[in-house]
């Protein structure tokens, strides 16, 4: 059973807003850093950002810094990653990851333990 289930994606138009959710089922969440990737057609997956497991520090790549904003809700056992003024280049599926790391590190390069199946995104111009 896939402890992460993401939601939220669907199809948006420039400028638009969405917010993805992910749920963990399974896990101790609090005990996790969350992290959100997402992989477009014929390219890498990549980092999109991450955040600690209090939702005190967050780290973004350049391409989601001052539009996407990663918070979670542990009572919840949720995360999110709120997107805003999309661009057609936001297009892409989108991940979300566990790690469980006790020093809260969040850079992109860290292995994470758990991921979702994926929820689509596509942002047209």
């Known amino acids: 059973q896939v402890p992460l289930v993401e939601s939220g994606g669907g199809l948006a138009q420039a400028g638009d807003s969405l917010r993805l959710s992910c749920a963990a089922s399974?896990?101790?969440?609090?005990?996790?850093?969350m992290g959100w990737f997402r992989q477009a057609p014929g390219k890498e997956r990549e980092f999109v950002g991450a955040?600690?497991?209090?939702?005190?520090?967050?780290n973004y790549a350049d391409s989601a810094k001052g539009r996407f904003t990663i918070s979670r809700d542990n009572a919840k056992n949720t995360v999110y990653l709120q997107m805003n003024s999309l661009k057609p280049e936001d297009t892409a599926v989108y991940y979300c990851?566990?790690?469980?790391?006790?020093?809260?590190?969040?850079?992109?390069?860290?292995?994470?333990?758990?991921w979702g199946q994926g929820t689509q995104v596509t942002v047209s111009s």
């Open positions: 990851a566990a790690d469980f790391n006790a020093r809260d590190i969040l850079r992109p390069d860290r292995e994470y333990s758990y």
């Open positions: 399974g896990i101790t969440f609090s005990y996790y850093v």
């Open positions: 955040i600690s497991r209090s939702g005190g520090i967050t």
